[in-house]
């Protein structure tokens, strides 16, 4: 950012806006602390589950989030007493149930996000976008209670409800927030503003590690406080919110309040003369009149916006299937078969790297460029994963191997946080004008959470069948992504939404010029 951006910058950093997007983004907080909070407490959770439905061993061990192996003192006194495992069989098959009910446990909550993503476009549109957020509050806080409340029923059932519900919440707040915080932004710091969603889901992560400790929330006692706890951030954002001003796009775009609109803009910049924004918004209003409204099914087979949903697709499949989940959901885990004695304080070093990074991508990503960023992060992520492979395979033939194991995950996740994890949140606002971009936001979260959906019930019985080598098939995945992303995702970086559409109009006109003159040639060679 050179320094006349720094000082336009500065100018627009107003109270007002710095309150807005604080706001929004506590929705990412809420989003963050759901994706941690089931890591550190799974034992002891798991040992509830047994005692409950009645299908743990008496003698069997728990261990807690500190990872030390104890006998659990409660062991048949609720619920059902547990009977005695008399075979191997017995013992496979109550461990195949425990490992469905949690594996359901962490991956509902994205079945919920994906349920509710299709919905992004018309409450945002319906309601406006603050107005919208506040009510989807109200889901977050019914989960919340769902889940502090899991000890007064049947736990198993009241945690899949209530991270379901939760995760309604989220697929709704995962669409609003990029969308509010994109149009409340001065072109000079979208980009900055865009990461903190992900330095809020980073920051929730992290706080529901450190809570999640054995001799704080992380025990058999206070577990259900430890996953009902986001419902405070959505208490805090719902109070927050009503000081918060509609977005002026949406009041300017799509109800045509033009006063009104002046008005929000003036609050959140300052001083400035609104007139060149209430210009481009113009702008973007006839061209959205002109193209109507567009639908989910008008996304796809336009040719128009076929390359956009291509990338915005792929940037945030490449996000998911990159790998990253499979740490925050089960770092702990994969710490312990490194051979780590206290694997939660190495998952909360994790959670350290991942906030620290994040706030250096804040920096970075107007300096560099979004695509840059992308490409630097997964070619650093796919040589990681190389590595935490070699270090897990040669692990029983080097104990020093559990040493690079270790600082392949933390490499892992910095590379992560400078482009694949703060990017696709908000690139797709960027990649699309007014008309089409709740469609395109709600099928790019769609997307998005069904992914999530696929490496949290899947990645277990994959590392169990895989073993070590399970990190090599991200590898895979991720030098497709890195391809895939050298080839067709554009610098986004400083452009309006229009400089941004005419970039694919190129592409697709040169493209098509391509196509026609191999058609040439191939016609004059016959």
Request: net charge neutral; hydrophobic share 50%; with cysteine.
């Amino acid at each position: 950012m050179d320094e006349k951006s720094k000082m336009q910058a500065e100018k627009h950093l107003t109270g007002t806006l710095v309150l807005s997007v604080f706001t929004a983004v506590l929705g990412f907080f809420q989003y963050g602390y759901s994706l941690g909070v089931i890591n550190a407490p799974q034992k002891v959770i798991e040992a509830h589950y047994g005692r409950v439905l009645g299908i743990t061993p008496l003698d069997r061990h728990t261990t807690n989030a500190s990872g030390e192996d104890g006998m659990d003192p409660q062991a048949g006194t609720e619920g059902t007493r547990a009977p005695l495992a008399n075979t191997e069989e017995d013992l496979a098959a109550s461990m195949h149930i425990l490992t469905m009910y949690w594996s359901l446990s962490v991956s509902v909550f994205a079945i919920g996000g994906m349920v509710s993503s299709f919905t992004v476009g018309w409450i945002g549109d319906r309601l406006g976008r603050v107005k919208a957020m506040l009510v989807v509050n109200i889901l977050s806080i019914i989960g919340n209670l769902l889940m502090g409340l899991a000890k007064f029923g049947p736990s198993h059932i009241l945690i899949i409800a209530g991270r379901a519900v939760t995760g309604l919440y989220c697929g709704l707040s995962s669409g609003l927030v990029p969308m509010y915080v994109s149009e409340v932004s001065p072109t000079a710091l979208r980009g900055a503003l865009g990461t903190l969603h992900q330095l809020a889901i980073v920051t929730g992560i992290l706080i529901s590690q450190v809570l999640g400790l054995d001799f704080l929330l992380g025990n058999d006692e206070m577990w259900p406080l430890l996953l009902g706890l986001s419902g405070v951030a959505a208490l805090l954002q719902f109070f927050l919110l009503l000081l918060c001003p509609e977005s002026p796009r949406y009041l300017y775009i799509k109800l045509g309040k033009v006063e009104e609109a002046k008005k929000n803009l003036k609050r959140l910049r300052g001083n400035c003369d609104p007139m060149k924004e209430i210009a481009e918004m113009e702008k973007e209003k006839q061209e959205a009149a002109s193209e109507k409204r567009v639908s989910i099914r008008q996304l796809f087979t336009s040719s128009k916006y076929r390359q956009a949903v291509i990338v915005a697709l792929m940037v945030q499949i490449s996000q998911q299937f990159s790998g990253i989940n499979a740490i925050f959901y089960y770092s702990t885990n994969i710490f312990e078969r490194a051979g780590v004695d206290q694997p939660v304080y190495a998952t909360i070093g994790v959670g350290v790297v991942n906030t620290v990074f994040t706030v250096i991508s804040v920096f970075l990503v107007e300096k560099a460029g979004r695509r840059s960023l992308f490409l630097a992060g997964l070619m650093g992520m796919l040589i990681s994963a190389v590595a935490m492979t070699v270090g897990l395979v040669l692990l029983s033939q080097f104990a020093w191997m559990s040493y690079v194991s270790m600082v392949a995950i933390f490499l892992f996740v910095i590379f992560f946080e400078v482009g694949p994890g703060p990017i696709p949140w908000f690139i797709v606002a960027e990649l699309f004008s007014q008309g089409p971009r709740p469609a395109a936001i709600a099928v790019a979260g769609f997307c998005n959470w069904a992914c999530n959906f696929i490496v949290g019930m899947c990645f277990q019985y994959i590392a169990d069948l895989c073993g070590p080598y399970v990190f090599a098939i991200f590898a895979g995945l991720l030098l497709v992504f890195f391809l895939f992303a050298y080839f067709k995702v554009p610098e986004t970086k400083g452009k309006s939404f229009e400089e941004i559409a005419a970039v694919f109009r190129r592409k697709k006109l040169s493209a098509k010029a391509m196509t026609e003159l191999q058609d040439l040639r191939g016609g004059e060679e016959a």
